[in-house]
């Protein structure tokens, strides 16, 4: 099972740190990919880490200002999110699959492993 934190309130150019937490497994082998949801839109992409070898992969939209990062002895997966803007606010979500390969690691379809998401809200 997995476990988003670490939302909150932020002002527009403010930081946050979401974390993903695995019970029950390792990542070992798996892709971990933060997800995003805002009101009235589609999920999106953000970013993902493969835990094996550490590739990672980011949306335009948050690339220079959002990093994923994991930390091996805790099994979580962080993502650091800098120069937050009001669009970013959103209802974030990490997910986890053994499946995704690099080309598909951007859709939602491509994990089968989800956990409850972290609201964060960003305000100008």
């Known amino acids: 099972q997995l476990q988003a934190s670490g939302g909150g309130l932020v002002q527009a150019g403010g930081s946050l740190r979401l974390s993903c937490a695995a019970s029950?497994?390792?990542?070992?082998?798996?892709?971990v990919g933060w997800f995003r949801q805002a009101p009235g839109k589609d999920r999106e992409f953000v970013a993902a880490?493969?835990?094996?070898?550490?590739?990672?992969f980011y949306a335009d939209s948050v690339k220079d200002r959002f990093t994923i990062s994991r930390d091996n002895a805790k099994n979580t997966v962080y993502l650091q999110m800098n120069s937050l803007k009001p669009d970013d606010t959103a209802v974030y979500s990490c997910?986890?699959?053994?499946?995704?390969?690099?080309?598909?690691?951007?859709?939602?379809?491509?994990?089968?492993?989800w956990g409850p998401g972290t609201q964060v809200t960003v305000s100008s």
């Open positions: 997910a986890a699959s053994r499946r995704v390969i690099n080309s598909s690691v951007r859709y939602s379809a491509s994990y089968d492993n």
């Open positions: 029950g497994r390792t990542f070992a082998t798996y892709v």
């Open positions: 880490l493969k835990w094996s070898g550490g590739a990672t």
